[in-house]
Structures are given as structure tokens and as C-alpha cells.
């Protein structure tokens, strides 16, 4: 996958700009994709969110993340599947099921020994998603 960000997978992805190049940090795109493997393993086992992906191809999702982030910290990937407002419409995601989704991600981060800034950055990537993926209110909000 040595293709860049285009305009459109820039959209796709949901990528803020400018995006910065962290990929270094994050171990080049096999690091990468050694932290989705951690990340989505966590996921898996997290009880808060797990019924989210009871019916979700896993290995399609790995790929499509791995290339979403990959993306995103400035890697040499370009993000093909769909808008986070498509993927995510009518899973009931609530706040409180992005926010331990987004803990997992610190927890495959702190793991894999990415460094702090580079975790920020990501994370303020993603924290910026929010509103295309919440799209329900559950009990705690
Ligand atoms: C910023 C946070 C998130 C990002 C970057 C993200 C990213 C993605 C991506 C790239 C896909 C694959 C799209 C495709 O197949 O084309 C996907 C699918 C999915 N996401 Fe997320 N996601 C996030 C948050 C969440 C949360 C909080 C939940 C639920 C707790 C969730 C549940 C799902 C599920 C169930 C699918 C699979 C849907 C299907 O089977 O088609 N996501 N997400």
C-alpha cells in the first residue's frame, strides 16, 4: 500500500488537516499494523462495546483501520472504505461506547510503547470523529 492521501480518502477517512508525520513513531506501517492488531483484540475483549462487533468481518475491519491510521499519522496508505458517517449510520453508537472505545486505543498505544505526543495526535484525530460516529443517546449519555 505506497500510495498517499488523496483529497478523497482524506474525506473518507475524516482526516483533519494538516496531517502530521508520525509514522516513525508509530513503527512505519508494520508498527501500525501491529497496534490495530492489540487494538481491536482489546475491543474484542472490552464488555462495554463488544456486542457492537458481534457481526462484523474482523479481518475487513483490521485492514480498513490499518489503512485509515496509517493515513492519518502521515503513512504511506490511502483509506478506500467508507465515510465514518456511512459505516457507523444505524449502529446506535452512544458517547460512552466511543469513549471505551477510544481508552482501548490508549491502552494498544501505552502497550506498544508509541510515544505520548504521537498518541495525542491521533487521538485528537479521532476524538474529532465523534460526531460523524455518535449517533444515540444510551443511559449514560
Ligand atoms: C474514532 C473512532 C472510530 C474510528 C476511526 C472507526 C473506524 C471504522 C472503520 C474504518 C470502519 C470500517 C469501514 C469500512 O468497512 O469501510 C469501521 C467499522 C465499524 N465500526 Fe468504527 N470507528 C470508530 C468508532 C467506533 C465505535 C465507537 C464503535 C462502536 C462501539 C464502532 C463500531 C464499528 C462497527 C460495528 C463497524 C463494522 C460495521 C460493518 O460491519 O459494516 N466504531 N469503523
Partial sequence: ???HATPESIQ????????KN??????GVEGVKALIDTFVSK???DPHINVYFAKTNIPHL???????VCEIVGGPCTYTGQSMDQSHR??????????????????AMDERGIPIAAQ???LRQLAAMEPQIVTAKGPLG
Avoid: H, W
Fill in 90 to 107: 444505524g449502529l446506535q453508537v452512544t458517547t460512552a461506547a466511543f469513549n471505551y472505545l477510544a481508552q482501548d486505543m490508549i491502552d
Fill in 62 to 68: 483490521k485492514y480498513e483501520l490499518t489503512q485509515q
Fill in 22 to 27: 508520525y509514522i516513525a513513531e508509530f513503527g
Fill in 12 to 19: 473518507k477517512a475524516d482526516i483533519k488537516l494538516p496531517i
Fill in 120 to 122: 495525542n495526535y491521533l
Fill in 43 to 45: 475491543v474484542a475483549a
Fill in 1 to 3: 500500500a505506497d500510495s
